[in-house]
């Protein structure tokens, strides 16, 4: 049961204990978990930065061989030298994905962008006034609301795509961006409920005070709880702009032009396209699609683990 | 009119967003999928009705059977290896060693990156020739498998990079780790307990109802698995990695069978439904309950 506002609490108050294993193998094991689960980007940005034949070299270095010209010996990593021609390398590698002849990817960018500042604009509002209804009202029917917001987490997105797809179809959105964005202004499960976890912490006293003195639903919700709740709603637009650049499925099954490609589809056309070959080409077209997402974890990523934390406290 | 029921026009207007796109965009699709799911349609012509022929049919479909399978494989070594390893990391990261905050960021982060991203460089990790996995396994004098392109392996190797994304079921055991009281543990030293005794005996129950939520939302997840086979492997080798999800997509848009992806639609919903609850109410005996 959730009641409290779902804070983790600072790893300080805990006591300090006895350990099963050895503070020195602890400290390996932890630099071993971060190796692992850094491993992959981080091998794709040492790739993204190599020359074709570097990349397919075999060999495990981080930075590439570079040599001067042609024929002559590598340059060594401390040469002045060295840096000018990986840096030459870099812009090479990163030009030719982005004024690439297969793939537009700042028209991708530009779709992905636009679906995703309206479909986190359409979720934060809805979920925000829906949570408002389930959590600020009592009325009989609204846990039967709520069961209806948890459930449709659990539906398969397959068991549903070939009726949207037909929905949308009759509804001539397929040749558009729409289905990838309108139904967020519909509200979705985790974000009412997510909100509605939120609101519910917030002193009723404070509504109904203002509801005795005459105060709207609608009063209160602007003038009580959106100032309030301006945290949780920062953490819902944030996920829902992650999912919105993420989704993968959604334009697969819905978009069918190249002029409304999406950045995910984008670049796995990239990559199917290439058959895969200029391994250090596809690696910058991902790094570049996983670049918005890294910046908006660095700027919040408090926000991201608290949400994720409610998602866990909700049996 | 009577309070209660303004309040319950209030409530419905309230909520009527998520009324109207849930009844649109979610009921309609699945009453019109149930239906389609007793007809033959093929997108061309109007959906003639066939009975349960659909249904009929997938008993007899050997690839619907291997998807499923496949499937079932999926979902559960996911969701043990996902739990032994979330357990074992958050653990660790509660050991207040110093650079926990920067390695707790890093196990996040796999969860944000999109998944095609992610997929990709996974698929050049597993590369045969040039991938790094194998380039290491060479150092050591070993010829490492085609990761992905052998029958034997490609499985594998989709649930090895699943114990990649394990970030959210982490953050979860570390709230549940941290909301374990602390006066059971100084018991428990009074009592001269060890390390691993502790872990057993306190831990493990305290944290249980963080982990049978973990196991309940790891086994959902990986019954619905899609994007990642369907970019690492396309189902490939020898259908070795032919999901559910997958074969239904494949049935729909690639076939042009929607009677019968309709009808594969619903035995996966309603096999999500009936395994969510099974392995909820099987963990739910082994969650320790807490006291008032």
Redesign the interface.
């Known amino acids: 049961m959730l009641s409290q506002a ?1 804070h ?2 600072p ?10 294993l050895p ?1 020195p193998l ?2 390996l ?3 071993a ?2 190796i ?6 981080v ?2 940005a040492s ?1 993204s930065i190599k020359p074709e034949s570097q ?6 270095g981080l930075l590439p061989r570079l040599t001067a010209a042609a024929g002559q010996a590598p340059l060594s990593r401390t040469d002045p030298d060295y840096w000018r021609a990986l840096a030459a390398q870099v812009r090479s590698n990163y030009t030719a994905v982005i004024d690439s002849d297969i793939a537009d990817f700042h028209l991708y960018v530009r779709n992905s962008l636009l679906v995703a500042l309206l479909s986190v604009t359409g979720m934060t509002v ?1 979920s925000a ?2 949570a ?3 959590a600020r ?6 846990g039967l ?1 709520f069961a ?2 948890v459930g ?1 987490m ?14 949308f179809r009759s509804l001539g959105w397929i040749g558009s961006l729409a289905p990838l964005w309108v ?1 967020a ?3 979705g499960g985790f974000s ?1 409920f997510l909100l509605r976890q939120f609101y519910m912490n917030i002193p009723r006293e404070l509504d109904e005070a203002a509801r005795l003195d005459g105060c709207s ?1 609608a009063g209160v919700f602007r003038h009580i709880i959106l100032p309030l709740s301006l945290p949780a709603l920062a953490v819902v637009a944030l996920l829902q702009f ?1 999912v919105s ?2 989704d ?2 959604g334009p697969l ?1 819905f978009i069918n032009h190249p002029s409304q490609y999406t ?3 984008g ?2 056309m990239y ?1 199917t396209a290439h058959g ?1 070959t200029p ?1 250090n080409l ?2 910058v077209a ?2 570049l ?2 670049t918005p ?2 910046l908006v ?1 660095a700027l919040a ?1 408090r926000a ?2 608290r949400g ?2 409610l ?5 | 009119m009577t309070p ?1 029921r303004r ?2 026009l ?6 009527s ?6 009844a ?3 009921l ?3 009453c ?2 149930l239906y ?1 799911s007793f007809t033959n349609y093929s ?1 061309l012509e109007p959906p003639v009705s066939v009975g349960l022929d659909n249904y009929e049919a997938m008993a007899h479909d050997p690839l619907f059977w291997k998807s499923v399978r496949n499937t079932a494989i999926y979902a559960a070594a996911c969701a043990m290896f996902g739990m032994t390893v979330s357990v074992l ?1 958050a653990v ?6 110093r ?2 905050a ?2 707790r ?14 997929s ?6 597993y ?1 045969a ?2 991938g ?1 996995f ?3 396994l ?2 050591a004098g070993i010829r490492g498998p085609d990761w992905l392109g052998d029958a034997r392996t490609a499985m594998l190797s989709l649930v090895l990079m699943s114990a ?1 994304m394990v ?2 079921y982490v ?2 055991c ?3 780790l ?2 374990v009281p ?1 006066a059971l ?2 018991a428990a ?1 009074l009592d001269g307990m ?3 005794a ?2 057993r005996n306190i831990t493990l129950p305290m944290i249980s ?2 982990l ?3 196991a309940v939302m790891s086994i ?1 997840w990986g ?2 698995v ?2 990642v086979p369907l ?1 690492m492997t396309r189902g490939g080798p020898d259908n070795a990695t032919t999901v ?2 997958m074969y ?2 494949s049935a ?2 690639s076939y042009g069978r ?1 009677g019968y ?2 009808a594969l ?2 035995f ?2 309603l096999a ?2 009936v395994l ?1 609850a099974a392995a909820w109410l099987v963990l739910k005996r082994f969650v320790h309950e807490r006291g008032a």
């Open positions: 779902p983790l609490r790893p300080s108050s805990l006591p300090a204990r006895r350990s099963a503070r602890l400290y094991l932890l630099i978990v971060g692992a689960f850094a491993l992959p980007l091998w794709m790739t990349a397919l070299s075999g060999s495990v809805s006034i829906v408002y209804g389930l009202i009592r009325w009989r029917g609204s609301v209806l917001v449709t659990m539906i398969p997105f397959t068991v549903i795509m070939a009726p949207q797809f037909l929905l139904p202004w519909f509200g009412i639903h992650v650049w993420n993968f499925t099954v950045v995910s589809i670049l796995q990559q895969g391994w596809v690696m991902s790094l699609v996983i997402v890294l974890f990523h991201f683990v994720a934390a998602d866990g406290l909700k049996e | 209660a309040n319950i209030s409530g419905l207007l309230w909520t967003p998520f009324l109207i796109g849930f649109v965009f979610l309609a699709p699945l019109m999928s389609v997108l990391v660790l990261l509660e050991q207040r060693l650079g926990s920067l390695v960021a890093l196990v996040f982060l796999p969860t944000l990156i999109p998944v095609v991203s992610a990709i460089g996974w698929m050049w990790l590369n020739q040039h790094l194998n380039a290491v060479g150092l990649w970030g959210s953050v979860i570390t709230a549940a941290r909301g602390a543990y100084e030293d060890g390390p691993l502790r872990f109802p963080a049978a939520f973990n959902i019954l619905q899609f994007a970019i559910l999800s239904i997509y729909a848009f929607m992806a309709s639609g619903w996966q919903l999500t439904m969510a």
